[in-house]
């Protein structure tokens, strides 16, 4: 704006600048930078805001009055600085360095805040498990602190970058140049590599998931696994396991069809389950009933990614490979193989591949105003209509999955209706760091109490259909969660390290009068052995020999079932 100088100084104006004058002026006095300056200052950048829980792991125990230590830690962070800004050397030049550094300024912003906050490793499973969250279930992860982290660490290192100046040069002299900067930095890394090469190979060797924490090289190497690992099961029929499958000579006497109904819970881990002597008596309704409890059960994996697929695969945690697991048909098609109709009812994420060619109803996004408040559904929305599933059947047996969204955070105060708000003071946010531990566990403890809710009322409906069908349930988290023990909240750490809160899972069975007489299954038998050790690698070979369905990759010893049945 300008405006008149005082008299005597005719035709004379000031000139006043608002603040973004101010900024402009001072970047355009600033000298062009050079591309290869800015890759290193990125680097740099990475390594001294965004690595925080990688050096704190890596430096955690060591003497700091021992001049080793301080060798190491500077060994480290050069090394980390130089090996990244190898990669952005690589990859920027004139047109791709501010769009790209936008976006890695941006994606590690964002992976930095969750990492800090539940200590997040962002290794395959952990990509391969945000890639297929859906939006309602990513934006119960946004808060105001979320806000901040982004635009002090995200937004304003890409605003800098967007107006500094790039310095160009021809090609003929870029290129020798840009060899000479990759050259010097492979020989920084390697240098400050074998200064400290004994303690560093000791840490790769000895805490491999260390790695993932280094942060953005962790998820963009997960990330070019996940890519390259879907793509080529993309262009690959999975592979049959069902084509000998057939029912055992035990069906030709059987007066009625068969109702199973397997729940797959979210998020619920065994030590809040009632039924296994927690404080709270999370499971009031079960208590009652004449269950199995399996009170020693533990998952195949930390996230729904992984153990959804693992549980109803052939080669489990015992033997766990994610390719051949994804590569194959599942559980669900060999029962399906057989002439047992399949339905998958989900109100979660979907089945991850395991219903695939199948029926699946996705349930989440119903507008039942009883139950849904228009993102979520509370999981009794798949007990709806279930008599329209049944009539559909066509030789009235019948197996549905039901999925549920279960006690999935951090928003734990939306997994449970009001009723079900038991355990008080509640955290009724999903920003966990405005609340107490008492009241995360508290709401936790509701959201419990809520899946003992609609257990109990998918027995009392599987009651109603006992005179027409042999009926029974099983219920199986898929995974437990951390509530701040060691200051670690929700789940996904890699399975070696992950504790026992992640992989610890409630697990029970009920199951009619008639279904244990026409199946020939001992209850009381099953109680007596209910204290034995069990996981999701018992899921597959159980549900094949309780129903007796013949396959050649049937395991007895895998079925918990086995010894028990008449």
Not at 93 to 103: D, F, H, I
């Amino acid at each position: 704006m300008k405006l008149p100088l005082a008299a005597g100084t005719p035709g004379a104006v000031l000139e006043i600048r608002g603040p973004r004058s101010y900024v402009s002026a001072f970047f355009s006095r600033l000298p062009a930078i050079r591309v290869e300056w800015l890759a290193i200052l990125a680097s740099l950048f990475f390594s001294l805001s965004c690595n925080y829980l990688f050096f704190a792991a890596a430096l955690a125990n060591r003497d700091w009055s021992s001049p080793s230590s301080w060798l190491f830690g500077a060994g480290l962070f050069v090394s980390i600085t130089a090996l990244q800004a190898i990669g952005l050397l690589v990859l920027l030049n004139r047109w791709t360095s501010k769009p790209l550094l936008t976006v890695l300024f941006l994606v590690t912003a964002a992976a930095t805040y969750y990492m800090n906050k539940y200590t997040v490793f962002f290794n395959t499973e952990m990509v391969r498990n945000i890639l297929r969250t859906d939006v309602k279930e990513a934006s119960e992860l946004f808060s105001f602190n979320f806000c901040v982290h982004m635009l002090v660490f995200g937004i304003l290192p890409s605003v800098l970058v967007w107006k500094l100046r790039l310095r160009t040069t021809p090609l003929r002299r870029a290129i020798p140049i840009r060899l000479l900067y990759i050259v010097g930095a492979i020989v920084v890394a390697a240098g400050s590599t074998m200064l400290i090469f004994q303690d560093f190979s000791s840490l790769m060797r000895n805490q491999k998931e260390v790695r993932f924490l280094i942060t953005p090289s962790n998820y963009l190497f997960s990330l070019s696994r996940v890519v390259a690992a879907d793509t080529a099961q993309a262009n690959t029929p999975r592979i049959k396991i069902s084509d000998d499958a057939k029912l055992a000579a035990g069906w030709g006497g059987r007066t009625k069809p068969m109702l199973f109904v397997l729940v797959v819970g979210e998020t619920t881990r065994a030590a809040n389950w009632g039924l296994n002597g927690y404080e709270h008596q999370t499971t009031p309704q079960l208590s009652k009933l004449d269950v199995v409890n399996f009170p020693h059960a533990t998952s195949c994996g930390t996230n729904t990614e992984v153990s959804v697929p693992c549980m109803f695969s052939i080669y489990g945690r015992h033997d766990y490979d994610e390719a051949k697991i994804r590569g194959h048909e599942s559980l669900l098609h060999i029962i399906d193989k057989v002439g047992i109709n399949t339905v998958w009812r989900d109100n979660q994420s979907g089945c991850k591949g395991v219903c695939d060619g199948l029926e699946e109803q996705m349930l989440g996004a119903s507008k039942d105003p009883k139950l849904c408040d228009g993102e979520r559904c509370l999981d009794e929305i798949m007990l709806e209509n279930m008599d329209g599933v049944i009539q559909k059947a066509k030789n009235g047996n019948l197996f549905v999955v039901m999925h549920q969204l279960g006690n999935h955070g951090p928003a734990y105060y939306r997994r449970y209706p009001a009723a079900m708000r038991t355990f008080t003071p509640t955290c009724d946010t999903s920003d966990l760091s405005k609340c107490t531990r008492e009241q995360i566990t508290n709401s936790y403890d509701n959201g419990v109490l809520y899946t003992d809710h609609f257990l109990a009322k998918t027995i009392a409906f599987l009651k109603t259909q006992s005179d027409s069908y042999d009926t029974a349930m099983l219920y199986l988290s898929d995974h437990g969660e951390s509530l701040g023990e060691r200051g670690i909240y929700l789940h996904g750490l890699p399975y070696s390290i992950a504790p026992k809160e992640q992989t610890e899972v409630p697990m029970v069975m009920w199951m009619s009068s008639g279904f244990a007489s026409s199946f020939g299954v001992n209850k009381d038998c099953m109680q007596r052995r209910a204290g034995n050790a069990v996981s999701q690698d018992n899921l597959f070979h159980s549900i094949l020999g309780m129903l007796q369905i013949e396959s050649k990759y049937y395991d007895k010893a895998l079925d918990m079932t086995a010894g028990c049945r008449i």
